[in-house]
């Protein structure tokens, strides 16, 4: 994906796994990326934490790249290709099951305590 004006952040990952890395196996998946993977400037230690951004201008082909993306994302971290590999942000949106182990739900998604 060119770099835009309308270009906006979907969704953040969290892994161990270098940017480098990641595009790489994203090109062996012959995944179409068309979406932009850009690192954030800070990331709680030792993670890199990763904006997955497409083109706002049209939000339905920008969510549909961007749950690619996360998809391709998801499938390689559970083949054991990524290491550390989360959804930090954005799962909500594309309405990814609760159920896996790579979405970290927001604080007020966790269902409420079990009374004694």
Excluded at 49 to 65: E, P
Aim: hydrophobic residues 40%; proline residues 6%.
């Amino acid at each position: 994906m060119s770099e835009s004006t309308h270009s906006q952040s979907f969704a953040i990952v969290e892994t161990t796994t270098s940017l480098d890395r990641i595009r790489q196996l994203l090109a062996m998946e012959r995944a179409v990326l068309a979406c932009a993977l850009v690192p954030r400037a800070t990331s709680p230690h030792p993670y890199l934490w990763i904006d997955v951004c497409a083109d706002g201008h049209d939000a339905k082909t920008a969510i549909r790249a961007v749950r690619s993306t996360l998809s391709t994302l998801i499938d390689a971290a559970d083949r054991g290709l990524l290491d550390d590999f989360r959804i930090v942000s954005g799962a909500n949106v594309l309405r990814l099951r609760d159920g896996r182990s790579h979405v970290l739900l927001p604080i007020d998604e966790f269902p409420p305590a079990q009374s004694p």
